[in-house]
């Protein structure tokens, strides 16, 4: 008889107690009626509609009247407004729990911007599998950065690399690693860090050279890469290099935007995150922080403003682990480039099809269309006429599945 460590023993009692799901199992049909539908390709909403969701895909969107297939679990949103499930471009998710906190939040795909050691591809296979609700996971694996610091315990082979990560073979050796391991896009840095005190976030960290053997490694299985670049010179030479997206982007001047424009690169201003730099609690609390925030703050502002008439794509990211303490959120900054010049329904895009496509899911997820899977949010209100109504998720349906319902509110 085998014997399991009592460890792995509660993690699987914890994930089927958490959903009350059975991996592998097909979700039964579903409808949703009376929906007013929020659809980011669409002018204005599909009136009381119906959407009919088999095999965790939107089968058909029907109006008038419907009779639900057999066997399907019917929720009347009564009105409400059914919207995209929002897409989280840059977060840390590396526990259940906060994947959860992710889910419930109304983000139901997530690209990792890198974690400790690979939860991000287990988290991916779980959801892959049925084992838990989503949010579904683009994995990134662990950081290529100079030093890795605690991520060399990711895997034996970074014994290799010394804890130093900066000549040309060890990068290449670093992104080889996190292929070998099922990674989707590789997460590398063209500046320090803003949210470390002894830190400063406009020093380039690599060189294009440097960016390019990243970026090359990873191109040889169609791996793209992400770039943290607070500074303009770091995010000049990784959008040379070939970055698929610049994260946060503070300092960026026009010649950068142009390029990103030209080139195609995405922008992911991770904008709420440098608000959390300003705040107490949070993510971040740190008075050298605050005061670096207060900095960082506008001139981010002007970058996202710029780009946005420049016409870079801009896409949605929290940058938060989704830690109890965490306070960024999807919703949150959507509303912030709401604030900062977007119309809502280009707002809304970012959170959705424009974000799917930087992500390459953009034939799986991102609209509400038949054939598509069933990622879908619930909200009160009509998010083009107030976007604060993203804040409040009602229910969450992700692949097909209910994975929160607040609804009814009352008894009968």
Known sequence: MKVFPLSACALTVGIFAMTGTVSGQTPPPLVLTHANIINPMAASPMRDAT????????????????????GATVIDVAGRYVVPGLIDAHTHISTLASARRALESGVTTVRSASVGAFQDVSLRELVKAGVIDGPDVVAAGIFVTPELGESMLADPRTAELGGSVTTPERLRRLVQINLDRGVDVIKTRGTERAGLPNTDPRKQTYTESQLRAVVEEAAKRNVPVMVHAHGDEGAYAAVKAGARSIEHGTYLSDSTLALMKQRGTFLVPTYITVVDLTQPGGDYDDPVLHLRGAHMLPRLKQTVQRAHRMGVRIATGADTQYGAESLARIAGEVAALVEL??????AIRSATVVAAELLGVDKKTGAISPGLDADLIVVEGNPMEDIGALRDVLIVVSNGRVALNRLPFGKD
Do not use: N
Request: proline share 8%.
């Open 51 to 70: 959407i009919v969701i088999s095999g965790g895909k939107i089968d058909r969107i029907e109006t008038g009247a419907f009779r639900p297939p057999a």
């Open 341 to 346: 010049g977007m119309t809502t329904r280009e």
